[in-house]
């Protein structure tokens, strides 16, 4: 018997990504959508020929789903996860889980209250590339610089909802820079130590106060340091990470990672085309394993009160002016 899903936000990332990706599950199927603009709505319903919502609430109750995929704006995610919680529907949440580390405790204290399993979707962890990283990283000695950058250029960084801080709980940072920031935690943990700066002046004269713009300078206790460059209007498009060691690196990009030696010639290397639906239906039928407590959920909201803490921790130094360590806001 396949899970039954239902999807509340039926945006970009809800049509490149989960959409497909329950069309290709062998383990949950879609039986519901809503959205808020009636025209996608209507269009979807059609597409699908499934039953079609305005409402989170009216879904949950009609149709009463196994778990909803929630793609909503950063600032609406609370009150659909709260929906389901009182229901006992668990959720798979589009990035980020919090607007704020305060609002990331909220979050976890519902979802156990609740008693609802809250996955937060990351699909570079169902991506082969990105996976073996912790192998490679294993053969070039001891860590000691990370170099992370990921940048695209857009002509209105600071447009509709993802512009206003309060709303979106911050600009690159909180948003594409979740990733990266996932990253790092994967592979390193939690830095000891976060200085930021940044700023939203791409564009002069415009109105918005998300930063477009961030670089952040990280610390380890055990001697590893580096630095993470994230921007929403530096081109070209460039997502990477490059780890430096005693014995070589490895460099992580998109579609790619390679080991190199200390000269940096390129010892070995794995690739892969862009495949987002496979990685969206591998996450998906992930979360159907862990609901049926086949696996464990490493992306869930004890995890992402981590994620929470670096990204409060970047927006706290940069108020203060020093280097806050993200372990102490825990």
């Known amino acids: 018997m396949k899970r039954r899903a239902a999807i509340i936000g039926l945006g970009h990332q809800a ?16 039986v519901a959508v809503c959205d808020s603009n009636p025209i996608i709505l209507r269009e979807r319903r059609d597409q699908y020929q499934v039953p079609a919502f305005a409402r989170p609430g009216d879904l949950l109750d009609a149709v009463e789903p196994d778990f909803v995929i929630v793609a909503v704006p950063h600032h609406a995610g609370r009150a659909v996860v709260e929906e389901c919680a009182k229901r006992s529907v668990h959720v798979l949440k589009e990035k980020p889980f919090a607007t704020s580390l305060a609002e990331a405790r909220e979050l976890a204290r519902v979802c156990q209250a609740g008693q609802i399993v809250l996955m937060v979707t990351l699909q570079r962890r169902f991506n082969p590339i990105y996976t073996s990283m912790p192998g490679l990283l294993d053969q070039i000695g001891t860590p000691f610089l990370i170099d992370g950058q990921y940048t695209f250029h857009t002509d209105a960084p600071g447009a509709g909802w993802r ?18 920031i996932d990253l790092l935690l994967w592979y390193f943990g939690l830095p000891s130590r976060i200085l930021a700066e940044f700023s939203a002046t791409a564009v002069p004269g415009a109105c918005y ?17 580096g630095s993470v460059l994230l921007s929403r209007w530096a081109a070209p498009k460039t997502e990477k990470l490059h780890v430096v060691g005693t014995r070589g690196s490895v460099l992580l990009a ?3 990672v390679q080991r190199l030696d200390l000269t940096g010639t390129v010892v070995e290397e794995l690739t892969r085309p862009h495949a987002p639906t496979s990685a969206a239906t591998a996450q998906i039928d992930h979360f159907c394993r862990v609901l049926d407590g086949e696996r464990p959920n490493a992306s869930g909201p004890d ?12 927006y ?8 806050v360590d993200p372990k102490e806001l825990l």
Do not use: N
């Open 316 to 323: 706290e130094s940069k108020a203060a002016g020093r280097y």
């Open 254 to 256: 998109k579609g790619q």
């Open 163 to 180: 512009g206003d801080v309060r709303q979106a709980g911050g600009g690159c940072i909180i948003d594409m820079g979740y990733h990266l």
């Open 209 to 225: 106060d998300a930063e477009d713009t961030a670089i952040i300078q990280l610390g380890y206790e055990h001697g590893l340091y």
């Open 15 to 30: 049509l490149g990504d989960h959409l497909p990706g329950l069309l290709g599950s062998g383990r949950a199927e879609l």
């Open 303 to 314: 995890q992402h009160l981590a994620h929470a803490a670096f990204i409060a921790s970047c």
